[in-house]
């Protein structure tokens, strides 16, 4: 299996763990391989046919794809009954 992994601005490497469209947008979700429980969302922006990523600065905009992210994920959490 192939894992994505990125490098972000603080220099620290992300495993791409899931990519969630909304609303004509693509967003990665990121988990940083040295603490898994430091997570980050970029979206992907296409300008001249060069893909980067770019940090959500709303609000709104981050709770959204997150809450869109754990109603994809429900259920595969080892705590749940």
């Known amino acids: 299996m192939d894992i994505d992994i990125v490098t972000l601005e603080d220099g620290k490497e992300y495993e791409v763990i899931d990519a969630i469209s909304n609303k004509g947008n693509n967003y990665l979700v990121l988990l940083n391989k040295m603490a898994d429980k430091n997570f ?19 609000k709104n905009e981050f709770t959204e794809v997150m809450e869109l992210f ?12």
Do not use: I
């Open 70 to 81: 754990y109603s994809k994920h429900k259920g595969d959490g080892k705590d749940e009954k």
């Open 40 to 58: 980050c969302l970029r979206k992907v922006l296409k300008e001249d046919n060069e893909e980067y990523m770019v940090k959500l600065d709303n």
